[in-house]
């Protein structure tokens, strides 16, 4: 507070001003103001003639709080004010004592004593020596030093300490990271204008038709029609991308360290369940899908939160005995890369890795462990590979025991055949000389594939909660300062039997989420293909961030971008797939969430077993411009039909009920659901769930629970349930990811797209054109199943945003472009052999509407360039493979799609094939390898027919009396355009030295002649039509 002095101004003679004399005092307990200014000397040369003047406010007193470096020095009155800014109300008893009644009040208060000289000396220039009163009295200041000891009390029962005042503010896990406006807001006006210029080119097109060549310019318009309908598809969900940052550092002082909830600082994270689908060995060798599970069991996670799963969909004991030897040698690998901090942590890429090994490499004993380690590796691939033939002579070896058991037989019946003989079969045994319960070498009944008895076997058990340390070993590494603890890990193959659907990869991965619950029920399910290996060790923590920050919640899956390994250098058919992960998925993540793309997606359990979220939103209107809190849904009860709900509600927002006849599986829902909340750590957080209340150790496995995750993996499990149709993965389309992420954006839910800076995971693609048209193929089918049925974005529920419902309907509509794509691609073509052109004339209008609009479409392809950070040459890559898809794969999938919806016949794919070409030499060697296929056809056809239609277009007008150079180069510059597309064909085609196969020559052949003969017969017509009318 500010008072001013009352007294008279004095006047001098001097003509110049005195300057303001404000002092500074403080208000005592007692009342009295004690001054700290130099008031004497002012007011003395205020008095003076020199300083004489005319101002009132020469004698201004500012009261200030009491602190240490205004104490009054001689002061023998001054007392701590008990409200001294920055401290707690304290007891009225000891607020005013001194002395000896109270000695713990020197500490508690900056406060200098009359008696302690050295404090009271002055610098030279007469001021508050404040850097000596702190060194002296080691005294406190500020927050966080203005403070009592530990053991220091204010009052009877009330204390503070540094950790009181030093308490850190509520920090997010997760943050929002905009595009530049200065890239965004010029990509959606350019969009806008690009969509006028679009309107405006139809409508001249329409108005201006080519009355010399209408079947020309009927199929090009309906062609271009149908394109910018598609173009419109794509572009709006792009409108809003978004990029997302998470804080490590602040999960790992949330979660893990120690407090008043966590005294022990054990982890408070969720758990997490990792699946890992295979099905046959041949296609999917056992030591890619060892190294991928390796990966997992050294995650960077709470050890005793982490449960690995392998489902092996086609019950092979090579696929069995080589995940027993991942864990034996995980033993040593897993702590090697917790001590070493090793990146990435599958051994495989790990060894093959060009980079230095000892960058950022700080013990000593590094090389000696990695040299220990690498050996111990090579041995294990050596007897990974070895699985077959090892197995193989054990085989044989059972066998003919069994065989000679049935000799004896007959010798102890006298030398004749036992009237019951002994069958020998040629089985398969384990290592323990049983028979292995699935699927045998040679076949038989309840021992082949699709007949065969579920297995269910725990290879690592439980860990202890607390960290185990290992000991030094000179013959093997020095472990004793780190935790040899590895994480448990099951082998789980569901039964098959004979009339039982299985549903292929769905019911796979239902199998192992109703297992799971039983085993270790982790509220998070992170599923990954056998190739595709965890990358980056903290890829899991990245994720959580997002399911444990602020309305996490209501996420139900995080999706990470799938990266690549082993693909060409120049992507040559855009395996890599960079613009639907870095540009429309980064996009989506700004409306309701990416799409499910199959792997490295990390579900909230709660969410699977098709539960809606705790709040959602309903978009109203024409365009979901209205937007309201969704109402809550009551969960019907069994006798309640489907007709005593309200006409407006949906069928995915129904409460799922059946869920099989496992008491010990419903029962872990609600656990799941709870364990699976964010911390209730702010008053943001919603349904969120104590600090500290998933601290409590994991019970281990006992046999009763072990004998009921087998039984909720048989094959009779599902009947009279909702799995597959409500609960779980979605059965009924090839690609039931995307299906199993509608339904759940349909219910409500978000989900969001984690882009890290170091790749979390990576895996294999097909580099070898028919693999990768035949992948190509499986998708576009299941989207064509996805427009034919209810899950069809048209008849989705008002909780799913009109954008997000325009990309779910892209997805189901994208394979039909193929059709106009075919007939667009015969177009130049065509306009050779005929001489006409899809306009009248190349005039100016016409020319004006394609510059703009490929201008707009190059500006807005570089400014998603900028957003994706995406490179032109993958941008090129990706409309090249485009085209050779659209007219290859996009077409055979409509045609089997209508086949299946009309006629009912069902479609069956092989598994992509994941092992490398025989030429271990060259890992490129699948590029140039020319696998014949149907696929081949359509796009060959194209290339010839352009080929030749440009050779007799040129000719033509070239010998013509009056020739037409301008239809001439119409149909030339588009012509080129459609072969320039089609290059990495020819390329795949050519094969590795450049030769053409045969079965190519032969399709040019019969073309090119077939063409030819066409063209001649309807020029002869036209000539005879014409010398007719002569």
């Known amino acids: 507070m500010a008072t001013s002095s009352t007294s008279p101004t004095k006047k001098g003679s001097s003509t110049g001003r005195p300057p303001q004399a404000v002092k500074f005092s403080r208000r005592t307990s007692s009342g009295r103001i004690v001054s700290f200014s130099r008031d004497e000397d002012i007011d003395s040369m205020a008095s003076s003639g020199d300083f004489a003047g005319s101002n009132d406010y020469v004698n201004y007193t500012v009261l200030m709080p009491p602190t240490p470096d205004n104490q009054p020095g001689g002061s023998s009155d001054s007392k701590p004010d008990n409200r001294r800014p920055g401290l707690n109300r304290r007891d009225s008893d000891g607020g005013d004592n001194e002395g000896p009644l109270n000695p713990k009040l020197d500490r508690r208060v900056s406060v200098m004593k009359n008696n302690n000289k050295s404090i009271l000396l002055r610098s030279q220039t007469q001021d508050f020596d404040h850097n000596r009163w702190l060194f002296e009295t080691k005294g406190r200041y500020g927050i966080g030093n203005a403070v009592w000891e530990e053991d220091d009390r204010f009052g009877n029962d009330e204390g503070i300490n540094v950790s009181d005042l030093m308490e850190k503010p509520w920090k997010p896990l997760t943050r929002k990271v905009k595009v530049p406006s200065g890239v965004l807001s010029p990509y959606r006006l350019l969009a806008v204008v690009r969509f006028i210029a679009l309107v405006l080119f139809l409508t001249w097109r329409v108005q201006n038709p080519n009355r010399d060549a209408l079947w020309l310019w009927g199929m090009s318009i309906v062609c271009e029609i149908w394109f910018a309908f598609s173009w419109i598809l794509d572009q709006l969900p792009k409108l809003n991308p978004i990029n997302r940052a998470t804080d490590l550092q602040a999960l790992h002082e949330k979660f893990e360290l120690p407090s008043s909830d966590n005294p022990h600082g054990r982890s408070d994270l969720p758990g997490v369940d990792v699946f890992v689908s295979t099905a046959d060995p041949e296609k999917e060798p056992p030591l890619v899908t060892a190294n991928t599970l390796l990966s997992i069991l050294a995650v960077d996670y709470p050890v005793e939160k982490v449960s690995a799963y392998i489902s092996d969909d086609g019950?092979?004991?090579?696929?069995?005995?080589?995940?027993?030897?991942?864990?034996?040698?995980?033993?040593?690998?897993?702590?090697?890369?917790?001590?070493?901090?090793?990146?990435?942590?599958?051994?495989?890429?790990?060894?093959?890795?060009?980079?230095?090994?000892?960058?950022?490499?700080?013990?000593?004993?590094?090389?000696?462990?990695?040299?220990?380690?690498?050996?111990?590796?090579?041995?294990?691939?050596?007897?990974?590979?070895?699985?077959?033939?090892?197995?193989?002579?054990?085989?044989?070896?059972?066998?003919?025991?069994?065989?000679?058991?049935?000799?004896?037989?007959?010798?102890?019946?006298?030398?004749?055949?036992?009237?019951?003989?002994?069958?020998?079969?040629?089985?398969?045994?384990?290592?323990?000389?049983?028979?292995?319960?699935?699927?045998?070498?040679?076949?038989?009944?309840?021992?082949?594939?699709?007949?065969?008895?579920?297995?269910?076997?725990?290879?690592?058990?439980?860990?202890?909660?607390?960290?185990?340390?290992?000991?030094?070993?000179?013959?093997?590494?020095?472990?004793?300062?780190?935790?040899?603890?590895?994480?448990?890990?099951?082998?789980?193959?569901?039964?098959?039997?004979?009339?039982?659907?299985?549903?292929?990869?769905?019911?796979?991965?239902?199998?192992?989420?109703?297992?799971?619950?039983?085993?270790?029920?982790?509220?998070?399910?992170?599923?990954?293909?056998?190739?595709?290996?965890?990358?980056?060790?903290?890829?899991?923590?990245?994720?959580?961030?997002?399911?444990?920050?602020?309305?996490?919640?209501?996420?139900?899956?995080?999706?990470?971008?799938?990266?690549?390994?082993?693909?060409?250098?120049?992507?040559?058919?855009?395996?890599?797939?960079?613009?639907?992960?870095?540009?429309?998925?980064?996009?989506?993540?700004?409306?309701?969430?990416?799409?499910?793309?199959?792997?490295?997606?990390?579900?909230?359990?709660?969410?699977?077993?098709?539960?809606?979220?705790?709040?959602?939103?309903?978009?109203?209107?024409?365009?979901?411009?209205?937007?309201?809190?969704?109402?809550?849904?009551?969960?019907?009860?069994?006798?309640?039909?489907?007709?005593?709900?309200?006409?407006?509600?949906?069928?995915?927002?129904?409460?799922?009920?059946?869920?099989?006849?496992?008491?010990?599986?419903?029962?872990?829902?609600?656990?799941?659901?709870?364990?699976?909340?964010?911390?209730?750590?702010?008053?943001?957080?919603?349904?969120?769930?104590?600090?500290?209340?998933?601290?409590?150790?994991?019970?281990?496995?006992?046999?009763?629970?072990?004998?009921?995750?087998?039984?909720?993996?048989?094959?009779?499990?599902?009947?009279?349930?909702?799995?597959?149709?409500?609960?779980?993965?979605?059965?009924?389309?090839?690609?039931?990811?995307?299906?199993?992420?509608?339904?759940?954006?349909?219910?409500?839910?978000?989900?969001?797209?984690?882009?890290?800076?170091?790749?979390?995971?990576?895996g294999t693609a097909p580099i070898n054109l028919t693999d990768r048209l035949h992948q190509v193929l499986r998708w576009a089918t299941g989207s064509v199943e996805i427009f034919f049925s209810r899950n069809n974005a048209f008849f989705a529920s008002r909780r799913l945003k009109f954008l997000q419902r325009m990309a779910y309907l892209n997805v189901g509509i994208y394979p039909f472009t193929s059709i106009f794509l075919v007939v667009y691609c015969f177009l130049p073509a065509l306009s050779l052999f005929s001489g006409q052109f899809i306009v009248q004339t190349l005039n100016t209008a016409f020319l004006s509407y394609l510059l703009i609009m490929t201008v707009t479409l190059t500006l807005i392809s570089l400014l998603e360039v900028k957003w994706s950070g995406i490179a032109l040459e993958e941008w090129w890559r990706n409309e090249q493979f485009w085209v050779i898809g659209g007219t290859s794969a996009h077409l055979a999938a409509v045609l089997q799609g209508l086949l299946k919806v009309i006629a009912g016949i069902e479609i069956s794919f092989t598994l992509t094939s994941k092992s490398a070409a025989e030429d271990e030499e060259d890992i490129y060697a699948d590029l140039y390898i020319v696998k014949w296929t149907s696929l081949f056809v359509v796009p060959l056809v194209i290339i010839v027919t352009n080929i030749i239609a440009l050779v007799i277009g040129i000719s033509r007008t070239v010998y013509s009396e009056i020739p037409e150079w301008s239809k001439l180069l119409g149909g030339s510059f588009f012509s080129f355009w459609v072969l320039a597309h089609y290059y990495p064909f020819v390329k795949g085609l050519l094969g590795r030295k450049g030769k053409i196969p045969t079965i190519v020559y032969v399709w040019a052949g019969l073309i090119s002649i077939t063409v030819s003969l066409l063209w001649v017969s309807l020029t002869n017509q036209d000539s005879a039509n014409g010398d007719t009318q002569l």
């Open 315 to 762: 019950g092979a004991i090579l696929t069995f005995e080589a995940m027993a030897e991942a864990v034996k040698f995980a033993e040593v690998w897993v702590p090697f890369c917790r001590k070493h901090n090793i990146e990435p942590r599958n051994p495989d890429s790990y060894f093959s890795t060009k980079a230095d090994p000892t960058k950022n490499k700080k013990r000593a004993d590094f090389v000696k462990d990695r040299r220990w380690i690498k050996r111990e590796f090579d041995e294990f691939k050596v007897r990974i590979n070895g699985l077959p033939e090892t197995i193989r002579k054990r085989c044989e070896m059972y066998n003919s025991r069994e065989g000679t058991k049935e000799k004896l037989a007959k010798e102890k019946n006298g030398g004749t055949l036992p009237l019951e003989p002994i069958k020998v079969q040629k089985a398969t045994w384990m290592a323990d000389g049983t028979h292995w319960p699935g699927t045998w070498y040679s076949p038989t009944a309840d021992h082949m594939k699709g007949d065969h008895a579920g297995i269910l076997q725990v290879m690592s058990k439980v860990p202890q909660t607390d960290p185990v340390m290992g000991q030094h070993d000179e013959k093997r590494l020095d472990f004793s300062d780190v935790d040899i603890r590895i994480p448990m890990f099951a082998y789980v193959s569901r039964e098959k039997r004979p009339g039982f659907d299985h549903n292929k990869k769905a019911g796979a991965m239902n199998g192992l989420v109703r297992a799971s619950a039983i085993l270790s029920n982790g509220p998070f399910i992170l599923n990954l293909d056998c190739d595709h290996y965890i990358y980056n060790s903290k890829a899991i923590k990245e994720g959580m961030c997002f399911m444990m920050d602020r309305g996490g919640d209501r996420i139900c899956y995080i999706q990470f971008p799938q990266r690549f390994e082993g693909i060409d250098p120049s992507d040559r058919y855009a395996n890599h797939n960079t613009v639907f992960f870095d540009g429309n998925m980064r996009a989506l993540d700004g409306l309701q969430g990416p799409v499910y793309v199959g792997t490295g997606c990390m579900f909230r359990r709660y969410a699977l077993y098709g539960f809606n979220p705790p709040r959602a939103n309903e978009y109203l209107g024409w365009f979901g411009q209205n937007k309201q809190p969704a109402p809550k849904l009551h969960r019907r009860s069994d006798e309640e039909d489907s007709d005593s709900q309200p006409l407006t509600s949906h069928p995915d927002l129904d409460m799922p009920r059946k869920f099989g006849n496992s008491t010990m599986f419903t029962d872990s829902i609600a656990v799941a659901e709870f364990q699976g909340r964010p911390l209730a750590d702010h008053i943001s957080v919603k349904n969120g769930r104590p600090p500290g209340s998933l601290l409590a150790p994991r019970p281990p496995l006992d046999a009763p629970t072990v004998a009921e995750a087998v039984a909720v993996i048989s094959c009779w499990y599902e009947d009279k349930t909702e799995w597959g149709e409500r609960i779980g993965w979605i059965y009924g389309s090839v690609t039931e990811d995307v299906v199993t992420g509608y339904r759940m954006h349909n219910r409500g839910w978000r989900s969001v797209y984690c882009i890290t800076k170091r790749d979390a995971f990576r």
